[in-house]
């Protein structure tokens, strides 16, 4: 009897996030506080089933309060060590008031050069930083191992 070589195929598991870039008519960016992480801009994993465009605004929903209308895909930061794909949009608001979730302690919009000195994390100034430069559209970075 021969032995039985048959594999199970497993799929690597790569994870995709979706955030948003907020800007509202002052060009004043949508940021909010994680428990852990500190300011940043709302964003969260793509659900099963769910596009990357409607995980982003229901993301910025969760953790905001506020409904957003996405004007354009940006780019795609990669952290490569972690298997994510961290995708951009740059978004307007269109309603809703701010509220905050267990991810989301504070909720605010910062004038653009404020919220760049709040955010903690280099790699979330950059990903503002990129998303609010059109000539870097679109952009794709690859990172890690660093915070997500």
């Known amino acids: 009897m021969g032995q039985n070589t048959s594999h199970t195929y497993t799929p690597s598991k790569h994870f995709i996030s979706a955030?948003?870039?907020?800007l509202n008519d002052?060009?004043?960016?949508l940021?909010?506080?994680g428990p852990m992480r500190g300011w940043e801009?709302?964003?969260g994993i793509v659900e099963e089933g769910e596009s990357i465009k409607d995980a982003a605004i229901r993301e910025t929903k969760e953790e905001s309060g506020i409904d957003i209308e996405v004007i354009k895909f940006c780019g795609v930061f990669q952290n490569v060590s972690k298997s994510i794909c961290n995708t951009l949009f740059l978004?307007?608001?269109i309603g809703g008031e701010f509220t905050t979730s267990s991810e989301s302690l504070?909720?605010?919009?910062?004038?653009i050069?404020?919220?760049?000195e709040m955010i903690t994390i280099e790699n979330f100034r950059q990903r503002i930083e990129y998303?609010?430069?059109n000539n870097k559209h679109p952009f794709y970075v690859e990172f890690g191992p660093v915070l997500d």
């Open 26 to 29: 002052q060009r004043e960016i």
């Open 113 to 116: 050069d404020q919220a760049l």
């Open 41 to 43: 801009m709302p964003g």
């Open 106 to 111: 504070e909720v605010g919009f910062f004038p």
């Open 31 to 33: 940021l909010i506080k």
């Open 91 to 93: 978004a307007k608001p």
């Open 131 to 133: 998303c609010l430069d």
């Open 19 to 22: 955030a948003t870039i907020v």
